[in-house]
């Protein structure tokens, strides 16, 4: 057994997230994916069962209420909410992220431009963003009149004026793992009188995001990575409590309104989390979630960041070791502070090597044109899982 390998047996020896990994569904690949979709959790299956043949077989249209499907959404962004560092009452689980981006950021400039801000005209998206986000930013400037301008997180603060109505920001680079600073940045925003919409894709149920504890206005993110909720699961969406009055939705819908099955002509907002809402509840997917999210029980978000930068380290250190010198560069920071919960690897001919780790049962992913991305899910991968991707990488690159 090599030095590392052994160092990977001692490190699992004193893991403290051990027990957790035999609530997932996991066969013998090395699964490094989990910033694409999680792990199946062993508590899904028997839940969806249930929820398919009898609260809708038997229990049919009953279920609504007897089996709470209708506060579902309530419901299940309050057991999300400790996980991003918010109170109960904030978070509603719905929709894609795409659909909730597009929520959050015309909702953002709508509050922006009201009481006294009606020059600000101008909203900065991260230029280094997941290309849907960009195209949303887009269509919601046209849609509201603002002026769109793309700007590295790092220079938002100087991008600032009194004309920004709103900023979206991703908390992690989904392309090399870049944590950026959300207290320092949402600060920065809230100084010239703007509105903070946070994507959360890449961080929650990786890392601490303190929404509450850091004033973030808008936040939204979705639940089929490090929360495995499932292929498609919901996303959700954050709105801080003392917004929630002034949320104006561009995507007003029954669910929404104040009397749902009223009915009536005239659109009139709920009170609360539930004003984020649209249309009717996708509820096998969301019961899904809800199953999904009870790995989460005895678990502190804290102890999870501790073993992701771990890992993270060990598996850079094992790839130093391994992989020879100059057939691979980390695009992934090396400070903590700086580091999400996955490492990029940038690689003269990634895609054929990734199809040679995944034939290996090694699963990552590419990104066009040369990164090697993998994800590490703190709840279910091990540090000899780590020690067998990056000695895996090494063969590959060397066969």
């Known amino acids: 057994m090599s030095e590392l390998a052994s160092k990977a047996t001692k490190l699992d ?5 051990a027990f957790k990994r035999s609530e997932f569904l996991l066969d013998g690949d090395v699964y490094l ?34 089996s709470g499907w209708w506060t579902a959404p309530e419901r299940i962004g309050d057991r999300i909410a400790p996980l991003v560092g918010a109170a109960a009452g904030q978070i509603v689980v719905g929709d894609s992220t795409s659909v909730n981006v597009f929520k959050a950021l015309v909702a953002a400039v709508r509050m922006a431009t009201t009481e006294g801000g009606a020059g600000r005209d101008e ?26 301008r793309p700007v590295a997180p790092a220079d938002v603060p100087a991008a600032l004026s009194d004309r920004t109505a709103a900023v979206l920001l991703n908390h992690v680079d989904y392309r090399t793992g870049r944590l950026h600073d959300l207290p320092s ?14 994507d959360l894709c890449h961080s929650a149920g990786a890392l601490p995001v303190g929404l509450d504890e850091h004033g973030v206005d808008l936040a939204v993110g979705c639940t089929y990575k490090y929360l495995n909720g499932g292929p498609g699961s919901p996303a959700y969406l954050y709105v801080r409590r003392d917004l929630q009055g002034r949320f104006d939705s561009p995507l007003p819908g029954w669910n929404s309104h104040a009397e749902p099955f009223g009915m009536r002509p005239a659109y009139e ?4 989390a539930p004003r984020g809402r649209v249309g009717t509840p996708d509820i096998l997917s969301m019961l899904a979630l809800e199953a999904a999210l009870e790995v989460w029980e005895g678990v502190s978000i804290d102890t999870v960041r501790s073993k992701s930068l771990a890992l993270t380290d060990f598996f ?3 790839v130093t070791e391994y992989v ?8 992934t920071p090396v400070r903590h502070e700086e580091r999400g919960s996955q490492v990029a690897l940038r690689c003269e001919d990634a895609a054929t090597v990734m199809k040679h780790l995944i034939a290996r049962g090694v699963v990552g992913d590419f990104r066009a044109p040369d990164i090697l991305r993998f994800g590490f899910t703190p709840l279910y991968v091990t540090y000899a899982d780590t020690e067998k991707a990056a000695r895996t990488l090494a063969e590959t690159l060397t066969a």
């Not at 900065?124 to 002026?147: N, Q, W």
């Open 316 to 318: 850079l250190e094992c």
């Open 33 to 66: 994916d989990g910033n694409s979709l999680g792990a199946l959790p062993a508590s899904v299956p028997g839940r969806l069962e249930d929820v398919v043949r009898r609260e809708w077989g038997e229990l049919r249209i009953r279920s609504w209420e007897e």
């Open 269 to 272: 907002p709920a009170a609360g």
């Open 13 to 17: 020896a004193d893991d403290l997230l």
């Open 185 to 198: 940045l949402t600060a920065a925003v809230h100084a010239v009188g703007a509105i903070a919409v946070w």
């Open 123 to 148: 909203i900065l998206v991260d230029a280094t963003t997941f290309p849907t986000d960009g195209y949303i930013a887009e269509s919601a400037a046209r849609m509201t009149g603002c002026k769109l």
């Open 324 to 331: 020879p010198e100059g057939r691979v560069e980390s695009l």
